[in-house]
């Protein structure tokens, strides 16, 4: 059951990103629109900080990574060909009373979040059923918080297949059993039904339903001129994959980075931004050669030994060591802009939950209030998309390697059979699947694995896909800390400081003059503010009293706040042209000449 004290965190971090300027309701004065927000003036300064230090870390700091930046609308096949058209679906099921749409793999996870589900809860600790209650609370205040659902439209009938259930079996019922059967009227027909998380109601069997956004190009709406907002930015990086290569120089192993929006029409758009229908991605696609490939030019593919990160990348790797090395990047990243390792969780997919293509895939989860979900996926896609957009838009997509050719024919015969073989089994298996007919198939994978043998592959893939507004809302809820004041008087007030790291935070630094009727005080500070805003997001503020101001910023996440007293203006000679620089954590102050507070701040928020 989603604890109380998380709901009320939540809607405290809610309401602070408003009144602040972090996070709007998308078109708020219309009514708002489901699934959509806006970032206030904080809040894109946080977003840009997070996409700045993303794309630094990913392609400036990195030899073998070259960016991207791609259409939102692309060829409507290339959704075809990557298999969104057909297969990127939730299962949604509708509720027969209040018709509302529900995403039927999340039933579960949003009941307990209702408040009909948390007073059956409450009614049947332990599972344990009481049916004088159920009944007094199905004709009392049931009517009201779940008038759909069978146990308050016809209660006896209800009550009894719950009573035949605890004849025959006097355990206690596991809670998704006991909502099933307090929404189950006609067992014997339906045997048990699953609710409506919102009403109680019976939920239809579901369908899939696709969660791409169609649109048309050009002025004519038909068939012929589909096309779709990308659902993931991810497809682009393959079909612009040998001209970002060609022209950046770069050899396979190499990646390709691009960040930008993606939109989803989410059945359920929830919690907050986590699940919205319009975000931005950053993603990575990690091209690699295949292992046949590298244990021909090494000898030997290396795998992993031990958990951790395996250190720098070795012409050796095959594809689960890279698949670790990106796992441990990643995680890097995250505790580099302030979120520690305990705060996430690694979640490797079980064999049955991967896609058809997968080899592996590690899902980082981040402890959010809510529970702990995903904000970022790496998956090792194997040669999947790439041979996709090969053989739909009959463009080769393979590389040739000079050094793979030559170290073939060092090869001992025996060798090269057993990695041609490997090399042809794999190749098949993938057509046969992707519905290629048998003779076809074999003959195709052979013209690949004599290919490989000439140096010629299609690359493998590592793909890290991360979601901005996931980190963000990560980010927010991590910084989110409330501290209680105890005045003089005895009198105690509860705020708020956001405690992001100096990296992320949207103001760096606050310039405040400890006085705004004092105009030398005024002009040293707008002197101190002009000298650091060209090299940082710097705030001025002469407005109330010096401990408001302070709070503002605790509130706003600024990690420094510079004030300008009158020692500054030299009343101490000896402090002439310094200031006190106060840290937002543990409000220590330092007195820091004017002229070191670059070199002091800047390496404090790069
Ligand atoms: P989920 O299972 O939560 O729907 P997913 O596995 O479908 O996510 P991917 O397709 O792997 O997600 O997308 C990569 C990343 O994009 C996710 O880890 C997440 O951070 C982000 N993302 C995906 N869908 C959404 C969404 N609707 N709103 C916000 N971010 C999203």
């Excluded at 209650?133 to 069978?150: E, F, M, S, T």
Aim: glycine share 6%.
């Amino acid at each position: 059951m989603a604890e109380p004290k998380a709901t009320e965190l939540m809607e405290k971090i809610v309401s602070l990103c408003k009144r602040r300027g972090f996070i709007f309701q998308s078109s708020e004065i219309y009514g708002g629109i489901n699934g959509f927000w806006d970032y206030g003036p904080l809040g894109a300064e946080l977003k840009r900080n997070v996409k700045e230090l993303w794309w630094t870390s990913m392609t400036r700091l990195r030899d073998d990574v070259a960016g991207l930046e791609a259409t939102i609308i692309m060829h409507p096949q290339i959704w075809k060909a990557s298999g969104h058209v057909d297969t990127f679906s939730d299962p949604m099921s509708t509720c027969r009373h209040c018709k509302k749409l529900v995403r039927a793999d999340q039933v579960w996870e949003q009941l307990p979040e209702n408040a009909w589900a948390q007073a059956i809860a409450e009614l049947c600790p332990g599972g344990h059923v009481d049916s004088a209650r159920l009944l007094g609370w199905a004709k009392g205040k049931g009517q009201r918080v779940a008038p759909n659902l069978a146990l308050v439209r016809n209660p006896e009938t209800t009550l009894s297949w719950l009573a035949e259930r605890v004849q025959q079996n006097p355990a206690p019922l596991e809670t998704k059993e006991l909502y099933q059967y307090l929404a189950t009227e006609q067992f014997r027909q339906t045997g048990l039904v699953t609710p409506c998380p919102h009403c109680g109601g019976e939920l239809t069997a579901p369908r899939p339903f696709n969660l791409m956004f169609k649109t048309h190009y050009g002025p004519v709406e038909s068939d012929d001129n589909l096309c779709y907002l990308r659902p993931e930015t991810a497809q682009a990086i393959f079909v612009q994959f040998k001209n970002v290569m060609e022209t950046s120089r770069q050899r396979v192993p190499f990646g390709i980075a691009q960040m930008g929006k993606a939109f989803r029409n989410e059945v359920t758009p929830r919690n907050y931004t986590f699940r919205s229908r319009e975000f931005e991605q950053m993603e990575l696609e990690f091209f690699i050669k295949p292992d046949e490939a590298v244990e021909a030019l090494s000898g030997t593919v290396a795998v992993p030994q031990a958990p951790g990160h395996p250190g720098e990348p070795q012409a050796d790797w095959g594809w689960q060591l890279w698949h670790q090395y990106w796992v441990e990047e990643r995680i890097k990243f995250y505790e580099g802009i302030g979120l520690p390792r305990t705060t996430l969780e690694e979640y490797w997919q079980k064999p049955e939950e991967l896609a058809h293509y997968a080899r592996a895939c590690v899902d980082i989860l981040f402890k959010f209030p809510f529970g702990t979900q995903e904000l970022e996926g790496i998956a090792a896609r194997g040669d999947f998309d790439l041979s996709q957009h090969a053989r739909a838009s009959g463009k080769p997509m393979g590389v040739f390697d000079e050094t793979l050719r030559t170290a073939w024919t060092k090869l001992t015969k025996e060798k090269q059979d057993e990695l041609w073989k490997r090399y042809y089994e794999a190749r098949k298996k993938y057509l046969v699947k992707m519905g290629v007919e048998p003779e076809v198939a074999t003959t195709e994978a052979t013209a690949d694995a004599d290919g490989l043998a000439k140096g010629q592959y299609i690359a493998h893939v590592i793909e890290p896909s991360a979601g901005v507004d996931r980190l963000i809302l990560g980010l927010i809820t991590h910084a989110y800390s409330e501290v209680t004041d105890t005045d003089d008087k005895g009198k105690s007030e509860t705020r708020v400081i956001m405690r992001f790291h100096p990296r992320v935070a949207p103001i760096k630094v606050a310039v405040l003059p400890l006085l705004k009727n004092k105009p030398e005080l005024v002009k040293k500070a707008q002197e101190v503010f002009a000298l650091l805003r060209t090299q940082m997001n710097t705030y001025y503020d002469e407005a109330g009293s010096i401990g408001r101001r302070y709070a503002r910023q605790d509130e706003a996440g600024t990690p420094f706040c510079i004030t300008i007293d009158f020692d500054s203006l030299g009343e101490k000679p000896e402090l002439l042209n310094t200031v006190t620089l106060r840290h937002r954590d543990d409000g220590r102050q330092e007195r820091l000449p004017i002229a070191e507070l670059l070199s002091y701040l800047l390496p404090k928020i790069r």
